[in-house]
């Protein structure tokens, strides 16, 4: 490296805190307002081989209203593609980097977006998630999802004796009820 290059400082990632008991999980899940129903009964239709743009756009929609405009950049066809890849394959990794490949998608509405299709493999990663585990400055990227948070999300909901959505909506209840 040469001396004018600057060495940008590695940043360490030192655990989760999750901000409430336990005990509350359910509690908090129980705040989720947001009706998934439409989102989840999309994910459905793509599992069964409906890979169409207004599958697509319903989980988006849900998930976030502001990257649907995004998603009009993508072909029919690259959508279809993406989906029909993203159902089929076994690794995560590689189903995260196939959804990726669409314009509007990074990591937090591709984790919607398996999600939808599904909650025993993968879980939600944003914002509110990472708020109610104690890193709300932490960047999202693919590895820190598949190495760190999904592996948290399925401690708790084991500890909790529930599923990944319901560890999923008690993140985001509770994110959702502090003060801005």
Same mark, same amino acid.
């Given at each position: 490296m040469s001396p004018q290059a600057k060495k940008r400082p590695r940043r360490?990632? %030192?655990?989760?805190?999750?901000?409430?008991?336990?005990?509350?999980? +359910?509690?908090?899940? &129980?705040?989720?307002?947001?009706?998934?129903? +439409? /989102?989840?009964? /999309?994910?459905?239709?793509?599992v069964a081989g409906d890979y169409s743009r207004a599958n697509l756009n319903e989980i988006v $929609?849900?998930?976030?209203?502001?990257?649907? &405009?995004?998603?009009?950049? %993508?072909?029919?066809?690259e959508i279809a593609e993406a989906l029909r890849i993203a159902v089929s394959v076994n690794e995560p990794r590689t189903a995260f980097a196939v959804l990726m490949g669409l314009a509007g998608v990074a990591v937090p509405m591709a984790s919607a977006i398996l999600t939808s299709f599904d909650q025993k493999r993968y879980t939600?990663?944003?914002?509110?998630?990472?708020?109610?585990? =104690?890193?709300?400055?932490? =960047?999202?990227?693919? $590895?820190?999802?598949? &190495?760190?948070?999904?592996?948290?999300?399925?401690?708790?909901?084991? /500890?909790? =004796?529930v599923n990944l959505r319901t560890v999923d909506r008690a993140l985001w209840g509770w994110s959702s009820a502090q003060p801005s």
């Open positions: 360490v990632f %030192n655990g989760f805190t999750l901000q409430f008991p336990l005990s509350e999980i +359910q509690d908090w899940a &129980e705040t989720y307002p947001l009706d998934d129903d +439409q /989102a989840f009964d /999309a994910g459905k239709k793509i $929609n849900w998930k976030s209203p502001r990257r649907a &405009e995004l998603i009009t950049k %993508n072909t029919d066809a939600i990663i944003d914002w509110r998630a990472l708020d109610a585990l =104690g890193v709300p400055d932490w =960047g999202i990227t693919l $590895n820190f999802y598949l &190495e760190h948070y999904f592996p948290e999300c399925e401690k708790l909901a084991h /500890a909790a =004796g």
